[in-house]
């Protein structure tokens, strides 16, 4: 198998907010930028002491009219890829890339109107929607929820989008504790917590797709709020890192109280499996979660799976997508971490049998392993699990 990953050199480094920096990345070979849909996100090869290590970051805007690739990172105490990306990694130098990849995309053959929902850098994979919806005729309405001026990124970027819209794309803002600085310069249109009326009076009524990325608990109280006004789940969708498919569940439990973007110790156990895509340390996501407005297609039945080590034999009838998502509905906990064939944590052996890849891996494991996140049975399989 061919190596995924291309060269690209860094051309620019423009920081977009106290904690927010773009990386304009430049193919290497000289070869075209990759085609990407609104909302994808490109996996990065960062060096580390003990060898290499794969992280995931949206892509913020998209290829047309550039010469780069963008990413937008927020830079975190403890996140070794952001920390790399903005302490050490400078302009001309060279990092490896896979293609894009992620199916938390923009549904451009609908003609429904189109809400947006940011959270912080959630904000990344929606302005590249953004972007598509300024080219095209649907409404739009743009929502960015941050903690002040100082760290809010891109907003002038967002703006220019909407002014010239002709009115059809809405931009506003809310600071949970603007600075004097942005009451002085009123860079925000309402303080506090996107809540019902916010939304109530900025929203006609229609049938929106909603596209909703952030912090975890952020998405839950959104989630709670869109389906309490009548928002179907079925139009809302949303990406985040972790045990997918789950966002309405999350919802349906008592959330503790959360500083930051960090989700706290004492958290549902459900919750605490998850961290959130826009984390620039995570590792990757699945092409498609179920509650998303692009579900994946079923795939077909037939074979079973058995899991040896639990005593478990489980027929293969399509209702899951991956022999993952199948054991965890069994109750069983594997190791994983990317879901997506990225980092290999789910890597179990194969004792009898073999499985079919659904979403090929960017490292593919050895002979007699398998990656148990993106694949399925083949038939009969018997794993070490």
């Not at 773009?22 to 849909?37: C, I, N, Q, T, Y």
């Not at 916010?198 to 049938?207: H, N, T």
């Not at 995570?282 to 297609?297: F, Q, R, W, Y």
């Amino acid at each position: 198998m061919a190596d995924p990953f291309r060269r690209f050199r860094l051309a620019r480094k423009v920081p977009e907010s106290a904690c927010i920096t773009s990386f304009h990345l430049v193919p290497e070979d000289g070869g075209p930028l990759w085609d990407m849909r609104p909302g994808q996100y490109l996996t990065l090869r960062i060096p580390a002491p003990s060898g290499p290590v794969l992280r995931t970051y949206s892509l913020s805007a998209l290829p047309e009219g550039r010469d780069h690739h963008r990413i937008s990172v927020k830079r975190e105490p403890q996140g070794l890829g952001s920390r790399w990306l903005h302490d050490h990694l400078a302009e001309g130098e060279v990092i490896e890339i896979a293609a894009p990849r992620g199916g938390f995309v923009l549904a451009e053959a609908s003609a429904r109107p189109v809400l947006l929902l940011a959270g912080g850098v959630g904000l990344t994979p929606l302005l590249a929607m953004l972007h598509r919806l300024a080219a095209g005729e649907r409404r739009a309405f743009f929502v960015q929820a941050a903690e002040n001026g100082d760290v809010h990124a891109l907003r002038d970027e967002v703006a220019a989008l909407a002014a010239g819209s002709g009115g059809r794309i809405v931009a506003r803002t809310v600071y949970r504790a603007p600075t004097g600085a942005d009451r002085a310069a009123r860079r925000f249109d309402a303080e506090g917590v996107v809540d019902r009326a916010f939304l109530q009076a900025l929203l006609p009524l229609d049938d929106y797709e909603v596209y909703l990325c952030g912090p975890t608990p952020f998405m839950v109280a959104m989630w709670r709020l869109l389906t309490g006004l009548g928002v179907a789940p079925t139009r809302i969708a949303y990406e985040f890192f972790g045990k997918g498919g789950s966002l309405a569940a999350l919802a349906a439990e008592p959330v503790p109280p959360v500083h930051g973007n960090r989700i706290p110790a004492q958290a549902p156990k459900s919750l605490t499996k998850l961290e959130f895509l826009t984390d620039p340390d995570a590792l990757g996501l699945p092409d498609a979660l179920p509650g998303t407005v692009a579900e994946a297609a079923p795939v077909g039945a037939g074979g079973e799976v058995v899991f040896a080590r639990s005593g478990l034999t489980l027929p293969w009838n399509g209702a899951s997508r991956t022999i993952l998502e199948l054991a965890e509905a069994a109750g069983l906990e594997p190791e994983f971490s990317c879901r997506e064939g990225i980092c290999n944590t789910c890597r179990c052996t194969i004792r009898e049998g073999a499985v079919d890849y659904v979403a090929d891996p960017l490292h593919p494991p050895g002979p007699g392993q398998a990656l148990i996140c993106c694949s399925r049975p083949a038939g009969r399989v018997v794993l070490d699990l």
